[in-house]
C-alpha cells in the first residue's frame, strides 16, 4: 500500500550544547580559499562537487518537483539498501516538502537542489536528521523564494542563535552515493555524478584539524566549509548505488 503523503511539520528542536559563538560570520557566504584553489591544483577532482555541497553555494530560483517515483527512487538511492531501506522520505513538491514514506531506522532520505537544476540525494543519520536536515531544508526552500545568499545566510544564522535551529551534539553522517546524482559547480558547470562520498559534519572542523593542510586531496578525507557551522568531512567511496524502484514512465 502507498504511504500517505503528509506535510512535513517540524518541531521545535532544544538548544544545541555547542552553539555558535558568532553565527552569522561563522555562516558567511563567501567560499573558502583552500576550496577555490582546488580547481588550480588538483584538475581531476575539481572544486566543482565541493562547491556545490558548501553552505555558501546555492541559487536564488524555483527548484521544479520531480515525479513522484522517480523523486523516492533517488532518495533512496543516496545510501545502500541497509541503510536507505527503512528511511523516512521526503520528497519535493514544489513549495515545501513532504514525507512520502515513515521510516523506522531514524534515517532521513531526500533530493537537495543547491541549483535550480541540480539533484543532490542524501540520506541522514538520526542526529543529522534532527540538526543539518533543517537547516539545508530551511536553505533550499529560501533559495526557492528567490532569497539570495546574504539572506540565507543571516536567517540560518538567526536560527541557530535562538535555538530554533541547533547543530549536532556527535558526528553527523550524510550519505552521498546515488549514481543519480548531478552536482552542479560554483560558477554553473555541470559536474554530473561525480563520484560516491560520504559527508561527516562537525561543527567548525578545519583542514588542520586533521593534519590534512591547506589543500584538500582526494588521497585523504578533505574538509567542506572548514570552521563553519556546518563544516563536514568528505569521504570519497568505492561505488555508487543505482537507482532502483522506479518505473520507465516516471524517468
Same mark, same amino acid.
Given at each position: ?15 544545541? =550544547?555547542?552553539? #555558535?559563538?558568532? &553565527?552569522?560570520? /561563522?555562516? $558567511?557566504? !563567501?567560499?573558502?580559499? @583552500?576550496?577555490?584553489?582546488?580547481? +588550480?591544483?588538483? =584538475?581531476?577532482? #575539481?572544486?566543482? &562537487?565541493?562547491? /556545490?555541497? $558548501?553552505? !555558501?553555494?546555492?541559487? @536564488?530560483?524555483?527548484?521544479?518537483? +520531480? ?10 538511492? /543516496?545510501?545502500?539498501? !541497509?541503510?536507505?531501506? @527503512? ?24 533530493? @537537495? ?139
Amino acid at each position: 500500500m502507498r504511504a500517505r503523503s503528509r506535510r512535513v511539520q517540524p518541531t521545535r528542536p532544544t538548544r544545541s =550544547p555547542a552553539p #555558535s559563538p558568532n &553565527p552569522s560570520s /561563522a555562516l $558567511s557566504p !563567501a567560499p573558502s580559499p @583552500a576550496l577555490s584553489l582546488l580547481l +588550480l591544483l588538483i =584538475p581531476f577532482l #575539481s572544486a566543482s &562537487p565541493l562547491q /556545490a555541497q $558548501s553552505s !555558501a553555494s546555492g541559487r @536564488a530560483g524555483p527548484r521544479e518537483p +520531480l515525479p513522484r517515483e522517480r523523486e523516492v527512487a533517488l532518495a533512496r538511492s /543516496a545510501a545502500p539498501a !541497509a541503510v536507505s531501506g @527503512a528511511a523516512r522520505v521526503l520528497v519535493w513538491n514544489g513549495a515545501d516538502f513532504e514525507t512520502a514514506a515513515e521510516g523506522s531506522n531514524g534515517v532521513t532520505c531526500y533530493v @537537495a537542489r543547491s541549483w535550480p537544476e541540480s539533484l543532490e540525494p542524501h540520506c541522514f543519520d538520526e542526529e543529522g536528521s534532527r540538526t543539518v536536515l533543517p537547516i539545508h531544508l530551511l536553505q533550499m526552500k529560501l533559495w526557492h523564494r528567490g532569497a539570495g545568499p546574504e539572506e540565507v545566510a543571516a536567517t540560518v544564522a538567526e536560527g541557530l542563535r535562538t535555538g530554533e535551529l541547533r547543530l549536532p551534539s556527535r558526528p553527523v553522517m550524510s550519505y552521498m552515493m546515488s549514481a543519480g546524482q548531478r552536482l552542479i559547480s560554483n560558477e554553473g558547470q555541470d559536474a554530473g555524478a561525480w563520484q560516491p562520498h560520504l559527508m561527516i559534519y562537525y561543527p567548525y572542523l578545519t583542514q588542520e584539524a586533521l593534519g590534512l593542510g591547506a589543500v584538500p586531496s582526494t588521497e585523504a578525507a578533505m574538509v567542506v566549509d572548514p570552521g563553519s557551522p556546518l563544516s563536514n568531512i568528505m569521504v570519497i567511496v568505492k561505488d555508487f548505488v543505482p537507482v532502483t524502484g522506479e518505473s520507465e514512465s516516471s524517468r
